[in-house]
């Protein structure tokens, strides 16, 4: 059920923190793997680690707030693989800390090309694959900030809580093509994201204390519901949101 081999999957984002932690994962189970981000530096030290476990993956540089760059991941993976299988919609961004209502037109604009509009083309464009092939699987990055706003971070919550309702609309529109859509709800996970919560003691404890578990994530307790949400295991669920934060929202 878990077996991806002779799939191909796209991780957006996929250089380092959850994003890497996925595509380890999927690459495990076997699937052909695409790797995008922005920097060479981190797409290459990626693909060093991928080598290093035994894994073979590629790397694309891509900025997904540009159509154009998401365009030349999909064009690269449908030569060498001749199809997609599976997108992780990942990347995501946030320029802006601080009260709402000192945002700037510049902050949404990022956040939402990015955080949104990046993810709904990604899939835009993959579906035509998955399209023809009558098989697919997308999952969307999002964040316990769509079910709770987090202090400081009031456009990224709404992005995040917008791509709950951009899953379920694919969900929906893309189900008699049997492709499944499905929102992964990643609770604090330590990565560069999240460093300003974990690199300070004071702040760290502080925080501990309101998750269950008694610790934030790593990024790979995130990988094992994606490999479930991008294999047959999960072929009846759509439009769906798994949380994996232990318990914070609970
Ligand atoms: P991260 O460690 O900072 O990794 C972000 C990844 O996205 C990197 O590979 C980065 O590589 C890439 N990226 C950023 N902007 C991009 C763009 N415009 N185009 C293409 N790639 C881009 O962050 P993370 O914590 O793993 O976050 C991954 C996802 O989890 C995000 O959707 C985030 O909202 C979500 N999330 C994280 C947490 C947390 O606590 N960490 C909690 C909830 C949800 P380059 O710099 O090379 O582009």
Redesign the pocket.
Known sequence: MFNLENKTAII????????KAIALKLAEAGANIVV????IE??ENCHKEAVENGYEIDIVE????DKESIKKVVDFTIEKFSKIDILIN????NPYYGPILDSEDSHWDKILD?NIK?YFNFAKICSDSMIENKSGKIIN?S???AKTPLEGLGVYNIS?AAVVMLTKVLAKEMAKDNIQVNTLA????K????KALWDNDEIYNKIVKTIPQGRMGE?EDIAGMALYLSSNASDFITGSLFTVDGGLTT
Do not use: H, M, Q, Y
């Open positions: 957006s984002g996929g250089s380092k923190g959850i994003g995008c981000s922005r920097k981190n797409l891509c900025n997904t707030s990942n990347a995501a961004t990015v990046g990055v964040s316990i900030a995040k990643p609770g604090l996970i990565t560069d994201f999240s990024p």
